[in-house]
Nanobody, 123 residues
Framework: QVQLVESGGGLVQPGRSLLLSCVVS????????MGWYRQARGKLRELVAE???????TYAESVKGRFTISRDGAENTVYLQMNDLRPEDTAVYYC?????????????????WGQGTQVTVSS
C-alpha cells in the first residue's frame, strides 16, 4: 500500500497563506498524476490541483492564480502553496494519486489517498 501523509493545515485569517506538504512512501514518478482534493462539510469532494508526470498542472477555476502545486522528486513530496486564502477555501485537504493515464479525470482515477489535513480560513 502506498502511503501519503499530509501536513501544514491550520487556522488562518483571510488573505493569509499556507503551504501543504504530502510525503509519498515511494517514488511518486511511478504514478501518472499527483493531486490535491478538498472536501468542505456537506459538500462534494473537489479536485483543487493536479500535476502529471510530465509536469503539466491543472487547477480548479476557484483557485487559479492563488494556489500552486509543485513537487520535489528527491524528497518524494508534493506541495500545495495556497495564497490569499478565503473562507470558502475552508475544507479538509487530501493528497491523492492517480496511477494511470486517463483522458478525462474522475474521482475513480484517484486510487491512493492521504488522511487529510484541515484548513480553516476565518477571522
Amino acid at each position: 500500500q502506498v502511503q501519503l501523509v499530509e501536513s501544514g493545515g491550520g487556522l488562518v485569517q483571510p488573505g493569509r497563506s499556507l503551504l501543504l506538504s504530502c510525503v509519498v512512501s515511494e517514488n511518486m514518478f511511478n504514478f501518472n498524476s499527483m493531486g490535491w482534493y478538498r472536501q468542505a462539510r456537506g459538500k462534494l469532494r473537489e479536485l483543487v490541483a493536479e500535476i502529471n508526470i510530465g509536469g503539466r498542472t491543472t487547477y480548479a477555476e476557484s483557485v487559479k492564480g492563488r494556489f500552486t502545486i509543485s513537487r520535489d522528486g528527491a524528497e518524494n513530496t508534493v506541495y500545495l502553496q495556497m495564497n490569499d486564502l478565503r473562507p470558502e477555501d475552508t475544507a479538509v485537504y487530501y493528497c491523492a494519486i492517480a496511477p494511470f493515464r486517463s483522458g478525462v479525470r474522475c474521482l475513480n482515477d484517484w486510487l491512493f489517498w492521504g488522511q487529510g489535513t484541515q484548513v480553516t480560513v476565518s477571522s
